[in-house]
């Protein structure tokens, strides 16, 4: 079976960039698409973005500007780069995997999330 | 983006009760995807394409709805149904969005 597994920091500083990691096992990444999510204090959620099997990426209009998905097939591992955070950026942040149907999206696996704290 | 309001926010349900929780779009949706939520766990995939039930989920669930409105229903509620449960779109992307979540009690 599918299994995610985010790390990262769980604090960062505002200003700077946070950045996490998102292992999978039991399937590979070069298959399906791989995205991460993120759910506020007060359970607003958020997609931010995904990587495609092929490496191509989309993003969250909303972060366009700030935001960078990754990966390291040799790892089966995806990254999430989120740049000049702030408090507004405080979330757990969730890694799934992404099913597509010609028309919509769904997630099918997600993983147990971190939780980043944006902080002095 | 298209948003979707989920209603009631909370509600709480006896044993056996039947339970409707709502999802409205602000724009037509071919399709509405749940999720469910357990304190302390990370959202499953609860109901997808508006009416499947994700692998392991009673069939005492069940979804419905086309075009704005949307709906998931528990025939008769038990103790481990207690969760937070959210709506999501896909069809109309970027982005794919999630509603507020419906908070499910157990009475």
């Known amino acids: 079976e599918v299994q995610l597994q985010e790390s990262g920091p769980g604090l960062v500083k505002p200003s700077q960039s946070l950045s996490l990691t998102c292992s999978v096992t039991?399937?590979?990444?070069?298959?399906?698409?791989w995205g991460w999510i993120r759910k506020f204090p007060g359970n607003k959620m958020e997609w931010m973005g995904y990587?495609?099997?092929?490496?191509?990426?989309s993003y969250n209009p909303s972060l366009k500007s700030r935001i960078s998905i990754t990966r390291d097939t040799s790892k089966n591992q995806f990254f999430l780069q989120l740049n000049s955070v702030t408090t507004e950026d405080t979330a757990t942040y969730y890694c799934?995997?992404?099913?597509?149907?010609?028309?919509?999206?769904?997630?099918?696996?997600w993983g147990p999330g971190t939780m980043v704290t944006v902080s002095s | 983006e298209i948003v979707l309001t989920q209603s009631p926010t909370t509600m709480a349900a006896s044993p056996g009760e039947k339970v409707t929780l709502t999802c409205r779009a602000s724009?037509?949706?071919?399709?509405m995807h749940w999720y469910q939520q357990r304190s302390g766990t990370s959202p499953k995939l609860w109901i997808y394409?508006?009416?499947k039930l994700a692998s392991g989920v009673p069939n005492r669930f069940s979804g419905s709805g086309s075009g704005t409105s949307y709906s998931l229903t528990i025939n008769s509620m038990e103790t481990e149904d207690a969760a937070t449960y959210y709506c999501?779109?896909?069809?109309?992307?970027?982005?794919?969005?999630f509603g507020g979540g419906t908070k499910l009690e157990l009475k």
């Open positions: 999501q779109q896909g069809s109309s992307y970027p982005p794919m969005t």
């Open positions: 724009s037509s949706v071919s399709y």
């Open positions: 799934a995997r992404l099913v597509f149907r010609r028309v919509y999206w769904y997630f099918d696996f």
């Open positions: 394409e508006t009416s």
């Open positions: 990587i495609s099997y092929s490496g191509s990426t």
């Open positions: 039991g399937y590979s990444i070069t298959s399906n698409y």
